[in-house]
């Protein structure tokens, strides 16, 4: 079993940024990807971006040049660092942990992934 929790959220102005953390405990040695996905209301969760155990990352499109996925393993925390924020980053964003394989272009997909944590809310106002 994995826990996730995820901190960091609140309200922030079109064009801030906003760092949100996200710590994992109990069985973190098998975890192969961690991702952060966001979901705004009567939407699908999405994802956001993934890093491999080997520290490869991927990014939405919606994310690119703006977000940064990175982690600490000492610390067993994910980090996503969101900059040049839009009214439409507006969700609540989830942490999530996978273990096992997985295809790589696949990672952002929410089914992918079986741990999850309670969720962090951005409001982001214009």
């Known amino acids: 079993q994995v826990q996730l929790v995820e901190s960091g959220g609140g309200s922030v102005q079109s064009g801030g940024s906003l760092r949100l953390s996200c710590t994992a405990s109990?069985?973190?040695?098998?975890?192969?990807?961690m991702a952060w996905f966001r979901q705004a209301p009567g939407t699908e969760r999405e994802g956001v971006a993934v890093v491999s155990s080997d520290c490869s990352t991927s990014y939405a499109d919606s994310a690119k040049g703006r977000f940064t996925i990175s982690q600490d393993k000492a610390k067993n925390t994910l980090y996503l660092q969101m900059n040049s924020l839009k009214p439409e980053d507006t969700a609540m964003y989830y942490c999530?942990?996978?273990?096992?394989?997985?295809?790589?272009?696949?990672?952002?997909?929410?089914?992918?992934?079986?741990?999850w944590g309670q969720g962090t809310q951005v409001p982001v106002s214009s």
């Open positions: 999530a942990a996978s273990q096992g394989f997985r295809l790589w272009s696949l990672l952002l997909h929410h089914t992918e992934y079986y741990y």
């Open positions: 109990g069985d973190t040695y098998r975890v192969r990807y």
